[in-house]
């Protein structure tokens, strides 16, 4: 069976970073659009960052946009979310799953037609 498998979540200080690992088990990424999502209790998901396979064009949500960076490293079938300048309002737990290609609305990374989905890594910002 596929699946996604994220890590590198953990209790982090406001200001610092993390780097989150979105792998596959069983199947290669590189044919896939991947994208990250999040979600805090009582909310609903939330796109964060999505690359397409091929020309692995990125996306970004504006909470994201120059702080986060989403990178591929097909060798490793690994997708990466490298997180820096981390705030409190990043606290969530965030997912990882696949498409065939970006589904942005209107600049919004909407989670339509994704599938895969990893069980997520918990990310929490605080001092």
């Known amino acids: 069976q596929v699946r996604l498998v994220e890590s590198g979540g953990g209790l982090v200080q406001p200001g610092g970073s993390l780097r989150l690992s979105c792998v596959a088990s069983?199947?290669?990424?590189?044919?896939?659009?991947i994208g990250w999502f999040r979600q805090a209790p009582g909310t609903e998901r939330e796109g964060i960052s999505c690359?397409?396979?091929?020309?692995?064009?990125?996306y970004y949500a504006d909470s994201a946009k120059d702080r986060f960076t989403i990178s591929r490293d097909n060798d490793k079938n690994t997708v990466y979310l490298q997180m820096n300048s981390l705030k409190s309002e990043d606290t969530a737990v965030y997912f990882c799953?696949?498409?065939?290609?970006?589904?942005?609305?209107?600049?919004?990374?909407?989670?339509?037609?994704?599938?895969?989905w990893g069980q997520g890594t918990r990310v929490t910002v605080s001092s």
């Open positions: 799953a696949t498409n065939v290609g970006c589904t942005v609305v209107r600049g919004d990374i909407r989670p339509i037609g994704y599938g895969n």
């Open positions: 690359i397409t396979s091929g020309d692995g064009r990125t």
């Open positions: 069983r199947w290669t990424l590189d044919r896939y659009a």
